[in-house]
């Protein structure tokens, strides 16, 4: 089993389309509205880790994958792992990489985002 925690940061840069039908989301709603699509997925990244426990019981680590939500289309693009904050094995981050990978946020924003992702995997503590 596991527990997991996420956190996001999220900025959106200013690159308008004039004449085209795209939602304006505050900095706040950009970041919920991405958290809220990567949620979609959280089966699939459960069964990262799910997959990982099985191999190695006790395993724990984290993911940290930085991308850019395109303004024009809202998909999820430049999908990179960041060394540095990333502490899981390599089987779980790609599996996470590509559970991700191809999400569309909708509607498509006015401005392109950049965000920052951070899965970290703990297994469950036994019940008492």
Do not use: H
Request: hydrophobic fraction near 40%.
């Amino acid at each position: 089993m596991k527990q997991w925690l996420f956190g996001m940061v999220l900025v959106a840069s200013s690159s308008a389309s004039a004449g085209c039908s795209f939602a304006v989301r505050s900095p706040e709603m950009y970041r919920d509205d991405t958290a809220a699509l990567l949620a979609t997925r959280e089966e699939q990244i459960r069964s990262c880790y799910d997959a990982e426990l099985a191999r190695n019981p006790g395993a724990e680590g984290k993911v940290t994958v930085s991308f850019l939500v395109l303004e024009d289309s809202g998909r999820l693009t430049d999908i990179v792992v960041d060394p540095d904050g990333t502490t899981a094995s390599k089987e779980v981050t790609s599996c996470v990489v590509e559970s991700i990978d191809g999400l569309l946020l909708t509607p498509a924003d006015q401005n392109k985002g950049k965000g920052k992702f951070v899965w970290e995997f703990t297994p469950r503590a036994p019940k008492a």
